[in-house]
């Protein structure tokens, strides 16, 4: 069973020094027991962050590679429509809510497997609301 839809901002809390919360932290437990599912975009959205932070400075090549296999063990699916919603119901979302379309895939995909949505974007998290979709994790954080 699928506990909830992440999105990346959960997930990078997970693996940049410095980020986690104790709602962060209680995420990656319910995510480790329950699993999760993102959009396609997500793998890339979370390595691309990644590989930036490491561009930065702010964590050395190693530790990206071992945050990114690190989230590969948990029990997190990719959704497989992602891009067969993106031209209609996502690009809607998005004009609606005044979100990007990136941002606007996760509000998609919690709406139409009816999840819970894990996001700590305020912007998401306030069009999540307004949708109806019930929110997991605090925004801001």
Known sequence: MTHCVLDSSVALAWLLPG??????????EHVSQAGAVAPALWPLEVANVML?????????????LEALALLATLPIRIDGETAAHAWQDTLL????????????????L????????????????????KSGVAILGKAGD
């Open 110 to 129: 919690a709406r139409r497997r009816a999840l819970p949505l894990a996001t700590l974007d305020m912007a998401l998290h306030a069009a999540a609301v």
């Open 93 to 108: 979302l998005a004009e609606t809510h005044r979100l990007t379309l990136y941002d606007a895939t996760y509000l998609e």
């Open 52 to 64: 930036n932070a490491e561009r930065a400075g702010r964590v050395q090549a190693k530790d990206r």
């Open 19 to 28: 980020e986690t919360t104790e709602a962060t932290d209680q995420l990656l």
